[in-house]
């Protein structure tokens, strides 16, 4: 058990919707970062924020954002979705910006959209 | 900027064999970590092994050790006595500079088979 905490572990919506997903860091862990990771397109970095703050950005679709609580919890909303954002997103948590530290990963949201 | 190249789409080794996976990264950073991930069939993301790139002494640990060689830029992961629990996808990984966001930049994984 890495310590991060990932809500719902699988999600089954239609194309159009918008979900919300949900990450709880490692307790003192201020690094949030999300990932997505397709069938064909391995982990791909989207989005980290850093003790409430976006850090960096990376490909992530307009449709997409994210934001990190005062409690340090983070959600990742995804809107109009097509079939092609069907894929497996990882929350990550690291305890600040140190680059040596280690990057903890929940288990994962499982999305299919149909 | 930085990517990550795993060549070896996939890989096979025979149980308590040695078995050596490919990455080789581009940056041109001067301080970074790297990383090997592993991702077994449940789908979680497991730290194996980090490397940083100031540190000559090639990571070990317990039978996954690495071969860094930074002017190559080539981090190979190389697994000793392999067990049929290592069968899975493995990602080797570049973390930089907080500066410049200090996410982990991944390849794009070697799947590794270990027959009994």
């Known amino acids: 058990d890495s310590g991060v905490t990932q809500t719902p572990k699988h999600l089954i919506t239609a194309t159009g919707q918008r979900v919300t997903l949900r990450c709880s860091p490692r307790s003192g862990d201020l690094s949030v970062y999300w990932y997505q990771q397709s069938l064909d397109q391995g982990l791909q970095f989207l989005i980290q924020?850093?003790?409430?703050?976006?850090?960096a950005k990376g490909n992530i679709l307009e449709r997409f954002s994210a934001q990190q609580f005062p409690d340090l919890h983070s959600e990742l909303n995804l809107s109009s979705l097509e079939l092609g954002d069907s894929a497996l997103y990882f929350c990550?948590?690291?305890?600040?910006?140190?680059?040596?530290?280690?990057?903890?990963f929940g288990e994962g949201s499982w999305l299919t959209v149909v | 900027a930085q990517t990550v190249t795993q060549s070896q789409p996939e890989m096979s080794v025979q149980e308590a064999e040695t078995v050596t996976l490919s990455c080789t990264y581009d940056t041109s950073e001067s301080d970074y970590y790297l990383f090997w991930y592993k991702q077994p069939p449940s789908r979680q993301m497991i730290l194996v092994i980090r490397q940083e790139a100031y540190k000559q002494q090639n990571a070990t640990e317990n039978r996954f050790s690495v071969n860094f060689q930074k002017a190559a830029k080539s981090f190979s992961l190389k697994i000793s006595d392999s067990q049929l629990g290592d069968a899975a996808m493995y990602f080797c990984a570049y973390r930089a500079d907080p500066t410049y966001g200090n996410k982990l930049v991944f390849g794009a994984g070697t799947i590794l088979r270990v027959k009994s």
């Open positions: 924020y850093y003790n409430g703050e976006e850090r």
């Open positions: 990550a948590s690291s305890v600040d910006l140190g680059v040596g530290n280690t990057i903890y």
